[in-house]
């Protein structure tokens, strides 16, 4: 059971949007910045959005993300196949001391 | 440009030590602001964080795990190594290390893993 609560999976159809939720206590998210990762098939994690909201250097645009309170949202815009991959949030637990992720989100673009 | 290369064996016994060394290219452990971290994920499940170092030694775990982890630095080798002790077939993951920025920014923390290894599947299995 994961720290942080994300749905299993979600889908699309090309060019559409798509938002993938992620929520926790107020000692995680609640407090503390979030990041989110893409995971392609067979592939290591790469990082997406950090500090909430900003994208690392070659992430483009049509992904975004946000936070609430203690939930986060990661957003992505005009879907392509290329998408398809498993999406996970994580940030550090103040009161567990330590890095948590959530579950995982199965992108599928249809 | 920073590159991070898992390496050790990919099938340890149960009730043994499993034993991983994480070799940076492209960074210099020793001079870096970075910590630099292990995170594992078993077949087909998410990620689990496993514990980070920083260049002065610096260890924090996961605390599920942290009677069982020792990570060092080796920063003459420009290294870093992860040891699980007492492993069982729960332990059979894909273990990846990577490099972990983290601070305080506004009385809140900051914790991402901004480069990844490739990633190697440790088998736990007599």
């Known amino acids: 059971q994961s720290v942080l609560t994300q749905p299993p999976s979600v889908s699309a159809a090309p060019g559409q949007k798509v938002t993938i939720s992620c929520s926790g206590p107020?000692?995680?998210?609640?407090?503390?910045?979030v990041s989110w990762y893409q995971q392609l098939p067979g592939a290591a994690p790469k990082l997406l959005i950090y500090?909430?909201?900003r994208r690392p250097s070659g992430i483009p645009d049509r992904f975004s993300a946000s936070k609430s309170g203690t939930s986060a949202t990661l957003g992505i815009t005009g879907l392509q196949t290329g998408d398809e991959a498993d999406y996970y949030c994580?940030?550090?637990?103040?009161?567990?001391?330590?890095?948590?992720f959530g579950g995982g989100t199965k992108l599928t673009v249809l | 440009q920073l590159q991070l290369q898992e390496s050790g064996p990919g099938l340890v016994k149960p009730s043994e030590t499993l034993s991983l060394t994480c070799t940076v290219s492209?960074?210099?452990?020793?001079?870096?602001?970075?910590?630099w971290g292990w995170i594992r994920q078993p077949p087909g499940k998410g990620l689990e964080w496993i514990g980070s170092?920083?260049?002065?030694?610096?260890?924090y775990y996961n605390p599920s795990l942290k009677s069982r982890v020792t990570i060092s630095v080796d920063t003459s080798k420009n290294q870093f190594s992860l040891k699980l002790s007492s492993v069982t077939a729960a332990d059979t993951a894909v273990y990846y290390c990577?490099?972990?920025?983290?601070?305080?920014?506004?009385?809140?923390?900051?914790?991402?893993?901004?480069?990844w290894g490739q990633g190697t599947m440790v088998t736990v299995s007599s």
């Open positions: 107020s000692s995680n998210i609640g407090n503390n910045y």
């Open positions: 994580g940030t550090w637990d103040t009161s567990l001391n330590a890095v948590v």
């Open positions: 492209g960074d210099s452990i020793s001079s870096s602001s970075y910590h």
């Open positions: 990577a490099r972990h920025s983290r601070w305080l920014q506004d009385g809140n923390v900051v914790s991402d893993f901004d480069i």
């Open positions: 170092i920083y260049n002065t030694g610096s260890t």
């Open positions: 500090l909430n909201n």
